[in-house]
């Protein structure tokens, strides 16, 4: 139990700096703000202790400065955070909250215990996760968790191809870190960070939708979130795929808030994370150089200093391990031009999209019921256009690979293409949900339509 207090420390450091640099005061309601803190401050708290832990305790093998600087951080960040409490801002009008408010919240509550105990009953009966938890991330969080220089073991090229020596280091160093710290090796640890990262996912698209488009439409986003089989599937898996989704949908969250040095930041930490974060990265940066480039200064300060780690970890300490591009490249020209390898990868990705189901029930069909009642926002046309460019060439950039790839195609998207699209599918309910009309706005045009109907009918009847 006691490495739990290091996630713990962890989230709650990552909370107090969100709560007091992200400037999320302002946002209305409160209620969204809050759960943006803990959102992002959840993401953001593992990441950064994870960075820390890395270069400090691994690299440079100082337990005690890892510690300190931890500490010191704590503290700072809680008087920091003491001296500017929010204030917060009461709305310029009473605004009556919709009746169905209080049942929406109400059904997100029902079935995030639901869920939370369906994954329970998964982690006891598979308490070391799936294959890729057991073989990549928590065995390499092993090595670095151990004394007498074993650490350089988990991007040690001798591990071979299968335990993907060459991925960056995010989650294996969270978890590492908290069982160098309780001098343990409690399975509870790797099964708490991956309910953090989905409990912070969950936050952020709830939040991030309340403050930008209201919330009605945030609390159904994250109902469709949660109610979403391959996400809670991903869950109890302890893979990395679920902490990625989280970094990218917090990149675009903060990105839409007018936050981009805590945008570029996320999008940093998803390259810490998985080589896919890494393309992220590019096109997040290549995407708002293009939509919002009067921000593109602020997001590479704020991916600048996580970037680096991620470009230093990949050039200079695993650059022995060739990645699946890399590796990939010689013959590539015969593979390209295989008509073949299109059909079988096009195919691929639409029956793994129909398999994001559970038997009736697809997480499309909300947003697809939605949009048929509420219609789509002109407004929101840029903010959906950046964030679908984004998403539409990470896309692109997954397919490419499965092009290049020269593992067996129909092994290679077996294995990972399942995984890839629970990656961008909270993001893709981001996109979905803010490009919809709010109940709020529609309900108030359908009022003000009724009253003009009344005034006009009372004239014509006073000539």
């Not at 009461?90 to 869920?115: D, F, H, N, Q, S």
């Not at 809670?232 to 007018?258: C, H, K, N, S, W």
Request: proline share 4%; aromatic share 10%.
């Amino acid at each position: 139990m006691t490495g739990l207090i290091w996630v713990l420390e962890a989230v709650l450091l990552g909370c107090l700096l969100v709560y007091r640099w992200a400037g999320l005061g302002r946002l209305q309601p409160a209620w969204a703000a809050w759960l943006l803190v803990f959102g992002a401050g959840a993401a953001g708290g593992v990441g950064l202790t994870s960075c820390v832990f890395f270069i400090f305790e691994v690299l440079l093998g100082s337990h005690a400065v890892a510690l300190v600087l931890e500490i010191a951080l704590l503290v700072w960040s809680g008087y920091e955070a003491f001296r500017h409490r929010w204030q917060i801002d009461k709305p310029a009008a009473a605004v009556r909250a919709p009746v169905a408010l209080p049942w929406i919240a109400g059904a997100l509550l029902v079935t995030l215990v639901i869920a939370t105990a369906a994954m329970a009953i998964a982690w006891d009966q598979n308490p070391q996760g799936n294959w890729d938890a057991w073989a990549i991330w928590n065995l390499r969080a092993k090595f670095l968790a151990s004394p007498g220089g074993l650490a350089q073991r988990a991007w040690s090229p001798l591990l071979g191809r299968i335990t993907h020596a060459e991925y960056p280091l995010l989650v294996s160093g969270f978890v590492g870190r908290a069982w160098a710290g309780s001098n343990s090796l409690s399975r509870a640890i790797p099964e708490a960070t991956s309910y953090v990262f989905f409990l912070g996912l969950l936050a952020m698209v709830t939040g991030g939708i309340t403050a930008l488009r209201g919330p009605t439409l945030g609390l159904l986003a994250g109902l469709a979130l949660a109610t979403a089989p391959a996400l809670l599937r991903e869950v109890p898996a302890q893979y990395a795929d679920v902490p990625l989704a989280a970094y990218i949908t917090g990149a675009l969250v903060f990105a839409l808030l007018d936050r981009p040095v805590s945008a570029g930041a996320f999008a940093a930490l998803a390259a810490w994370t998985k080589d896919e974060g890494l393309l992220f990265l590019i096109l997040f940066l290549a995407g708002t150089s293009i939509f919002r480039w009067r921000d593109l200064r602020a997001a590479i300060l704020g991916a600048a200093p996580v970037g680096v780690l991620a470009a230093v970890f990949k050039v200079l300490l695993s650059r022995g391990n060739g990645s699946l591009l890399t590796t990939s490249l010689p013959g590539a020209e015969h593979r390209i031009v295989d008509a073949s390898r299109y059909g079988t990868t096009l195919a691929a990705f639409g029956r793994e999209f129909m398999a994001l189901a559970s038997g009736w029930y697809h997480p499309i069909l909300p947003l697809a019921m939605l949009a048929i009642v509420l219609h789509f926002e002109r407004e929101r046309r840029r903010d959906v256009a950046f964030c679908g460019t984004v998403l539409g060439a990470l896309l692109l950039g997954y397919f490419g690979i499965y092009i290049l790839t020269v593992n067996d195609i129909n092994w290679q998207i077996q294995t990972s293409l399942s995984r890839l699209l629970v990656q961008v599918w909270p993001a893709v309910v981001l996109v979905g949900f803010i490009s919809l009309r709010a109940p709020e706005a529609a309900a108030i045009t359908t009022r003000a339509a009724q009253l003009d109907v009344r005034c006009k009918a009372r004239h014509k009847f006073a000539k």
